[in-house]
T-cell receptor, first 112, second 115 residues
Framework: GNSVTQMEGPVTLSEEAFLTINCTYTATGYPSLFWYVQYPGEGLQLLLKATKADDKGSNKGFEATYRKETTSFHLEKGSVQVSDSAVYFCALSAQYGNKLVFGAGTILRVKS | ETGVTQSPTHLIKTRGQQVTLRCSSQSGHNTVSWYQQALGQGPQFIFQYYREEENGRGNFPPRFSGLQFPNYSSELNVNALELDDSALYLC??????????????FGPGTRLTVL
């Protein structure tokens, strides 16, 4: 079946540090890939998405590239801020059907 | 434009009881999906409703059931509650049914505690 594996946290960084959160997936066909963010006490918000191989999703300084050859969708940001502290979820949606399969989430803590 | 809303915010039940959670979808959306998020884990897909019909179900027992109404709002019902049902229940709405490209918009969730 379809699954998503992402790096365990928590990840603790100082402000302005470079961020990478690894995500790999297993899926049949050509899934769409997503990063969602969950701030404390809130629901999930879509951060970025990519719908086909080699697509790069980007938003608010975050980027991720859909790599079919390595089945990966790693999240990166060049300079994190304290306000980026949250839980980040990598997810996929199968080619047919809009059901999301999520990874376990990675807690990011940014210190000033 | 109103976003996805869920009620109640928090709920405490005892084992064996039944619970109903409610979700109002975003304007213009005809598809509602429900997810269970246990503490420290990613959300797990429960089921999806598209134009009032169930359109896919995850690995959850039949005591988890749902409804979608003509205005596309939805209910999640859980019978015979178990301690492991304690979780954050998230509702998400989207348009277009089965297209994997349509963004799902999530509500803030209902925190269910089973004692």
């Amino acid at each position: 079946g379809n699954s998503v594996t992402q790096m365990e946290g928590p990840v603790t960084l100082s402000e302005e540090a470079f961020l990478t959160i690894n995500c790999t997936y297993t899926a049949t066909g050509y899934p769409s890939l997503f990063w969602y963010v969950q701030y404390p006490g809130e629901g999930l918000q879509l951060l970025l998405k990519a719908t086909k191989a080699d697509d790069k999703g980007s938003n608010k300084g975050f980027e991720a590239t859909y790599r079919k050859e390595t089945t990966s969708f790693h999240l990166e940001k060049g300079s994190v801020q304290v306000s980026d502290s949250a839980v980040y979820f990598c997810a996929l949606s199968a080619q047919y059907g809009n059901k999301l399969v999520f990874g376990a989430g990675t807690i990011l803590r940014v210190k000033s | 434009e109103t976003g996805v809303t869920q009620s109640p915010t928090h709920l405490i039940k005892t084992r064996g009881q039944q619970v109903t959670l409610r979700c109002s979808s975003q304007s213009g959306h005809n598809t509602v999906s429900w997810y269970q998020q246990a503490l420290g884990q990613g959300p797990q897909f429960i089921f999806q409703y598209y134009r009032e019909e169930e359109n896919g179900r995850g690995n959850f027992p039949p005591r988890f059931s749902g409804l979608q109404f003509p205005n596309y709002s939805s209910e999640l019902n859980v019978n015979a509650l178990e301690l492991d049902d304690s979780a954050l229940y998230l509702c998400a709405s989207s348009s277009g049914g089965e297209s994997s490209y349509n963004e799902q918009f999530f509500g803030p969730g209902t925190r269910l505690t089973v004692l």
